[in-house]
């Protein structure tokens, strides 16, 4: 009974190494830099990184838009309030007479003749 028991204890190491064996070689092909998943990993990380310092800068440069549309936004309404201070303004003149004799120019026969 001993003896079948160490033969089954046998089998079952050299089984387990025979596992770590075959799953050492996986790792090995999962983790080479060149054509595995680690090389597909690295090239991922760093897609990442160059996402996140193009994500950063949009970041700061919707900021920086940002700020210059509200201030562009006061300056607009600081001018809207000046055009209807001045709308209101006109409204206060007086009215312009039409019998007032406005200039006018007035070609004479002489020019006309001479211009032939």
Sequence with gaps: MEIL???LLACGALGA?????VLSSRLKRFNALESGMGGAIAVLSQQVDEMTQALETARRTASGSSDQLALLVQRAEATAGRLDLLL???HDLPEVNDHVRRPRFV???RDLEAAE
């Design 17 to 21: 190494g025979f596992y770590c064996h």
């Design 107 to 109: 070609r004479r026969r």
């Design 5 to 7: 028991s160490d033969i």
């Design 88 to 90: 209101a303004s006109v």
